[in-house]
T-cell receptor
Framework: GAVVSQHPSRVICKSGTSVKIECRSL??????MFWYRQFPKQSLMLMAT?????????EQGVEKDKFLINHASLTLSTLTVTSAHPEDSSFYIC???????????????FGEGSRLTVL | AQKITQTQPGMFVQEKEAVTLDCTYD???????LFWYKQPSSGEMIFLIY??????QNATEGRYSLNFQKARKSANLVISASQLGDSAMYFC????????????FGKGTRLSVIA
């Protein structure tokens, strides 16, 4: 099936630094990707919708200047956590929908997730 | 109001028995899709089963079946012949409409299969 790859899978950084997480659709094009955040023992909460070639749409309560999203191509979206603090420690997971994959069009696939720990 | 409600924070089931995980949803959109995902401790989201709002029959995928009761707005997941490897978090999710809309997730149910 279609594959969405996230990198890095784990990252530990110092407070105040920025961290970039990549989400790639490996064998299909994705004009839209979704970024979720999951705190321990909680559900996935939508942070933002990433649209190729345009600005991301952020959910209420998510700081767009802190969580920078760039969707520069049909296969890559990046999430940058700027000036990270310990409260940003979480599991970040992206998903992408197949937009031009024949029989797979419309299917949604998730990346493996990225676990961020801010010291 | 919560769009997806999973009322069971945790469930236990004996190996080889069947178990039902509850999910109710709330939407006014006539077109929607309902999903179940399994999340093991590794964190990956594993797609299990999908039910479209216009589907006439309940979805089935191997040992997974979805008990879709549209009038009651429920989409319970039934796992038959539970295995130890089924122990994980299970999330019910919904997508409203047919455009590029995101999934909205319930709070999840932690299933523990006992030998």
């Amino acid at each position: 099936g279609a594959v969405v790859s996230q990198h890095p899978s784990r990252v530990i950084c110092k407070s105040g630094t920025s961290v970039k997480i990549e989400c790639r659709s490996l064998d299909f094009q994705a004009t839209t990707m979704f970024w979720y955040r999951q705190f321990p023992k909680q559900s996935l909460m939508l942070m933002a919708t990433s649209n190729e070639g345009s600005k991301a749409t952020y959910e209420q309560g998510v700081e767009k200047d802190k969580f920078l999203i760039n969707h520069a191509s049909l296969t890559l979206s990046t999430l940058t956590v700027t000036s990270a603090h310990p409260e940003d420690s979480s599991f970040y997971i992206c998903s992408a929908r197949v937009v031009s994959g024949g029989a797979r069009t419309g299917e949604l696939f998730f990346g493996e997730g990225s676990r961020l720990t801010v010291l | 109001a919560q769009k997806i409600t999973q009322t069971q924070p945790g469930m236990f089931v004996q190996e080889k028995e069947a178990v039902t995980l509850d999910c109710t949803y709330d939407t006014s959109d006539p077109s929607y899709g309902l999903f179940w995902y399994k999340q093991p401790s590794s964190g990956e989201m594993i797609f299990l089963i999908y039910q479209g709002s216009y589907d006439q029959q309940n979805a089935t995928e191997g040992r997974y079946s979805l008990n879709f009761q549209k009038a009651r707005k429920s989409a319970n997941l039934v796992i038959s012949a539970s295995q130890l490897g089924d122990s994980a978090m299970y999330f019910c999710a919904m997508r409203e409409g047919w455009g590029n809309t995101p999934l909205v997730f319930g709070k999840g149910t932690r299933l523990s299969v006992i030998a």
